[in-house]
């Protein structure tokens, strides 16, 4: 590939995201801690210590409220080094009161090398369905033609687009378009367009005093990384920010053995995740975060747990 080439494509994918940066849409389920897999988010994120990553999320929202929203998602990615690509399957299930909302997306991504980083871009489609539970909704009249649109059977196409770059093999930054063509329908989609646009720089604070190091690289006696991260999200008219910070102590037999993360949100939101290493590279991840307006006072807060699985790691698959 040509260097002309590369730079058109580079191109094509940040113009087809600027362009729907400025088209509203509606806000999607989401997992608060998308940054223990930002391949949520961004179909361009390739895992860069294991040729094969499966994640399992269940979150629940505001566990005092009764039809509160319930998610459950998985993805599972696949990177070939030999074509320095990476395919992924998402399989998504949102709940909200009667509504039931499933997302079954693919994606493809592929890898540009550096000498001192890496170029991702990616690409998803998505099918889309949302039903109600009708025998559950109790109606004053059987037909009733203000429920009847929001209660029909809905499915739907949608696709995502995104770049990340790896440079110096601590920092990543990435931008994505999520649910791309909700941006440019008017009515009710089943899951809303929504922008992002996200760094997270990472350096060993023990072991190797303020020195960066490869991005969840081989782990090596009581060594302990310190990661910060920021999102600028946005959706509708609509802004919001997200901040993490997350620490991680290596033992001589498993990196990450332990970790602990704080996180904020311009909304209002605080949140905890503290997770282990279990038998094999199973990694087991619980999390609570907490909105303080008003009208959530007694909502006892959101409760998320994650659990990942690694299959044929290596040191690092994007770089030499």
Same mark, same amino acid.
């Given at each position: 590939?040509?260097?002309?080439?590369?730079?058109?494509?580079?191109?094509?994918?940040?113009?087809?995201? #600027?362009?729907?940066?400025?088209?509203?849409?509606?806000?999607?389920?989401?997992?608060?801690? @998308?940054?223990?897999?930002? @391949?949520? +988010?961004?179909? =361009?994120?390739?895992?860069?210590?294991?040729? =094969?990553?499966?994640?399992?999320?269940?979150? &629940?929202?505001?566990?005092?409220?009764?039809?509160?929203?319930?998610?459950?998602?998985?993805?599972?990615?696949?990177?070939?080094? &030999? @074509?320095?690509?990476?395919?992924?399957?998402? /399989?998504?299930?949102?709940?909200?009161?009667?509504?039931?909302?499933?997302?079954?997306?693919?994606?493809?991504?592929?890898?540009? =090398?550096?000498?001192?980083?890496?170029?991702?871009?990616?690409?998803? #489609?998505?099918?889309?369905?949302?039903?109600?539970?009708?025998?559950?909704?109790?109606?004053?009249?059987?037909?009733?033609?203000?429920?009847?649109?929001?209660?029909?059977?809905? &499915?739907? !196409?949608?696709?995502? /687009?995104?770049? $990340?770059?790896?440079?110096?093999?601590?920092?990543?930054?990435?931008?994505?378009?999520?649910?791309?063509?909700?941006?440019?329908?008017?009515?009710?989609?089943?899951?809303?367009?929504?922008?992002?646009?996200?760094?997270?720089?990472? +350096?060993?604070?023990?072991?190797? +005093?303020?020195?960066?190091?490869?991005?969840?690289?081989? =782990?090596?006696?009581?060594?302990?990384?310190?990661? !910060? *991260?920021?999102?600028?999200? %946005?959706? $509708?008219?609509?802004? %919001?920010?997200?901040?993490?910070?997350?620490?991680?102590?290596?033992?001589h037999t498993q990196q990450e053995k332990f970790q602990f993360s704080l996180l904020g949100r311009s909304i209002g939101?605080?949140?905890? #995740?503290? *997770?282990? &290493?279990?038998?094999? $590279?199973?990694?087991?991840?619980?999390?609570?975060?907490?909105?303080?307006?008003?009208? %959530?006072?007694?909502?006892?807060?959101?409760?998320?747990? +994650?659990?990942?699985?690694?299959?044929?790691?290596?040191?690092?698959?994007?770089?030499?």
């Amino acid at each position: 590939m040509t260097r002309r080439i590369r730079k058109y494509i580079v191109g094509m994918l940040l113009t087809s995201m #600027l362009a729907v940066s400025s088209v509203k849409g509606q806000i999607n389920p989401s997992t608060a801690f @998308y940054w223990e897999n930002p @391949y949520y +988010i961004n179909p =361009a994120f390739v895992h860069t210590d294991a040729s =094969a990553y499966f994640f399992l999320s269940a979150r &629940k929202q505001w566990m005092a409220v009764s039809g509160s929203p319930v998610t459950f998602f998985g993805t599972g990615t696949f990177y070939s080094e &030999k @074509y320095r690509m990476q395919t992924g399957v998402k /399989i998504l299930h949102d709940k909200i009161g009667y509504l039931n909302s499933s997302d079954l997306s693919l994606s493809y991504a592929y890898s540009l =090398a550096s000498r001192n980083g890496a170029l991702n871009m990616g690409l998803s #489609l998505s099918y889309q369905l949302q039903s109600a539970d009708r025998e559950k909704v109790d109606l004053e009249e059987e037909y009733d033609p203000a429920l009847a649109n929001f209660l029909e059977t809905r &499915k739907d !196409w949608n696709a995502g /687009i995104g770049v $990340e770059y790896i440079a110096g093999r601590s920092l990543r930054v990435g931008l994505s378009a999520q649910n791309m063509f909700s941006f440019f329908k008017k009515g009710r989609v089943i899951f809303g367009g929504t922008n992002y646009l996200y760094g997270r720089y990472r +350096i060993r604070i023990l072991g190797r +005093i303020w020195q960066p190091t490869a991005y969840r690289t081989t =782990a090596s006696p009581t060594t302990c990384d310190m990661e !910060w *991260g920021i999102c600028l999200k %946005q959706y $509708e008219n609509d802004f %919001q920010a997200d901040g993490v910070v997350s620490f991680y102590v290596n033992h001589h037999t498993q990196q990450e053995k332990f970790q602990f993360s704080l996180l904020g949100r311009s909304i209002g939101e605080i949140g905890i #995740l503290a *997770g282990v &290493k279990l038998i094999s $590279e199973v990694k087991v991840l619980c999390a609570y975060d907490y909105n303080f307006k008003s009208w %959530q006072e007694n909502s006892r807060g959101t409760f998320e747990v +994650i659990v990942s699985y690694p299959l044929f790691p290596a040191k690092c698959c994007l770089f030499p």
